[in-house]
């Protein structure tokens, strides 16, 4: 099993300690190669992003332990980009012009009535009563402007990688217990995955909520489908505590090797390659 992360949230966003203690915990399991990946700043508030004036010292934080953990592993810088608006997004000239070794793109907002942003990742309650208000209670709306927004990010570009290009799934299954089941539903990803297939871009196995809730993103069942249409995957734990960097790895790799899928990537020497999964 390959051991490499590039998603993490250490406390320069809402990961819950220092970037150190990623590395040290990445370090102790083995890793050849781990990346820090803040939230990007966005062009408003949160309390789970890292603020632009933040950004120095968190290129420059890393860049310490990039030298000091050298001999060990090789350690890498990115972010996680939100796709946001046209202005705002990882082709973006301010991301574009940051010394970042990697991007990753994720859409956590979608906007609704009156073009304001609900964020579809967060707690069920939240999810559901801004569906309510800004997209009149219809899920499949929600849902299709969650794919639409994730296809602009992919047309776009300047990002290495999707983050948990399904994440929506966690939310909407609280509303309706079968959607995923649904055919408007399933031919929606399946176009979407066609989309990023075509455009060559990388995606990653998101394992952050398999310990919880037993699912990764992209769920299981598409694993088959993006094996057959050669999207190049990775397995990352998008984690937020030291101790979770290497959560649901060897069970990622055991699904993708039961799909078909042979190999995964990986950064070695700054630059992406291809590992086959059975080494
Ligand atoms: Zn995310
Ligand atoms: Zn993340």
């Excluded at 990623?22 to 062009?43: E, M």
């Excluded at 990742?121 to 402007?145: C, H, K, S, T, Y």
């Excluded at 776009?156 to 966690?170: E, L, V």
Aim: overall charge negative; proline content about 4%.
């Amino acid at each position: 099993m390959d051991l490499c992360n590039y998603h993490t949230h250490c406390d320069f966003c809402d990961g819950k300690a220092p970037a150190e203690e990623f590395v040290k915990a990445a370090v102790a399991a083995g890793f050849h190669s781990y990346g820090i990946s803040s939230h990007a700043p966005l062009p408003f508030r949160t309390n789970w992003t890292l603020e632009r004036e933040r950004v120095p010292a968190y290129l420059a934080e890393v860049e310490r332990l990039k030298r000091k953990y050298a001999p060990v592993m090789e350690l890498y810088v990115g972010m996680e980009i939100d796709y946001v608006t046209e202005e705002w997004n990882p082709s973006s000239a301010y991301f574009r012009e940051l010394p970042l070794d990697y991007c990753v793109g994720a859409v956590h907002f979608v906007a609704g009535a009156g073009g304001e942003f609900m964020d579809i990742d967060g707690p069920a309650d939240i999810f559901q009563a801004n569906m309510r208000r800004l997209f009149d209670g219809d899920l499949r709306r929600l849902v299709e402007a969650y794919f639409d927004a994730s296809e602009r990010m992919v047309e776009a570009g300047g990002f290495d990688f999707i983050a948990h290009p399904d994440k929506i799934a966690m939310n909407a299954l609280t509303v309706d217990a079968e959607v995923t089941e649904r055919e408007w539903y399933e031919n929606r990803v399946r176009a979407y995955f066609a989309l990023v297939a075509d455009r060559g871009v990388m995606m990653e196995v998101n394992t952050k909520v398999y310990r919880q809730r037993g699912m990764m993103f992209p769920d299981r069942r598409y694993f088959k489908w993006l094996g057959e249409m050669g999207v190049p995957l990775l397995v990352n734990a998008d984690t937020h505590v030291p101790e979770y960097v290497n959560d649901g790895r060897a069970k990622a790799f055991e699904w993708l090797s039961e799909a078909g899928v042979r190999s995964t990537m990986r950064l070695r020497k700054g630059k992406w390659e291809e590992v086959a999964i059975n080494d």
